[in-house]
């Protein structure tokens, strides 16, 4: 069922008596076991938790559920920044999975925005890793920090151009993300984006001030990662934007092959 708030957002109603919402909080605590996992590139998350009520808490924030969501928080027995055994809280879950509301929900009833999971990631960073940009804006809204980095030296700015979310791109480097940001191999946010082939990641970083000829620590470059993986069009516009084509670390057959064929069209 759908009602419309005073701001004029349509928002399930969750109608329990007090004594309904007294006897689903002792079953959870009694009876509920919840163990979920996602994968992604960078992350491993086990919502495992000590209690029940963590546990449903977790759950909840992975499926969006909001009305469970409130009635945890609301219930005064959970800590909205309860962690699992990676050290991942409710907030970060929510962002991984892309709800919006629960988000809203976490941060309006406490939640610490820039904690970090034990890899060193944040909530803005797995909202940026999934191309969530309305909570990615929402964060920045409420303080969210653009400098914490991973165990590797990711931050939410390589995360995004390595999954190619170009408009989560803009937002963070709008929001102070500094363009750079390596990994602690040296990998930066162009490389990563030419790794990945997004043309258009590549333009936007190019735009803001990214460094064409920047190479990894192994002299590997974004023009010769994108020509050893046949994006051509990726490197014509870093021919365009000045990338050395003779700034590479080997020279192999499908990067000559690549680099000759532009030659003849740029």
Not at 128 to 133: A, D, F, I
Not at 200 to 206: A, N, T
């Given at each position: 069922m759908l009602s419309v708030s005073a701001d004029g957002r349509d928002e399930p109603v969750f109608r329990i008596s007090q004594e309904a919402a007294r006897d689903l909080i002792h079953f959870l605590?009694?009876?509920l076991d919840v163990e979920d996992s996602c994968c992604c590139d960078m992350c491993m998350m086990s919502f495992k938790k000590e209690t029940p009520l963590a546990n449903a808490t977790f759950w909840a924030a992975r499926k969006g559920n909001l009305a469970l969501l409130q009635l945890l928080l609301n219930s005064?027995?959970?800590?909205?920044?309860?962690?699992?055994?990676?050290?991942a809280t409710a907030l970060m879950v929510a962002s991984y999975a892309g709800h919006i509301q629960c988000v809203r929900e976490l941060v309006l009833q406490g939640a610490d925005i820039n904690l970090q999971r034990d890899s060193g990631a944040t909530a803005l960073f797995f909202a940026?890793?999934?191309?969530?940009?309305e909570i990615v804006k929402?964060?920045?809204?409420?303080?969210?920090?653009t400098e914490f980095t991973s165990r590797d030296g990711g931050t939410a700015l390589l995360a995004a151009c390595q999954h190619g979310h170009c408009r989560v791109v803009e937002t963070l480097l709008k929001n102070g993300a500094n363009i750079h940001d390596q990994l602690y191999d040296g990998a930066?946010?162009?490389f990563l984006a030419a790794q990945g082939g997004y043309v258009?990641?590549?333009?936007?970083?190019?735009t803001f001030g990214a460094k064409a000829n920047q190479?990894?620590?192994?002299?590997?470059?974004?023009l010769w990662i994108a020509a050893q993986l046949g994006y051509s069009e990726v490197v014509r516009v870093l021919l365009l934007r000045g990338a050395d084509r003779d700034s590479v670390r080997?020279?192999?057959?499908q990067y000559s092959s690549v680099m000759k064929s532009m030659a003849l069209e740029v």
């Open positions: 605590e009694a009876s005064g027995r959970v800590d909205v920044d309860c962690r699992d055994s990676t050290g940026s890793q999934q191309g969530h940009n929402f964060l920045f809204e409420f303080g969210a920090s930066g946010a162009l258009d990641v590549v333009r936007l970083l190019l190479p990894r620590q192994d002299g590997t470059t974004a080997t020279v192999s057959s």
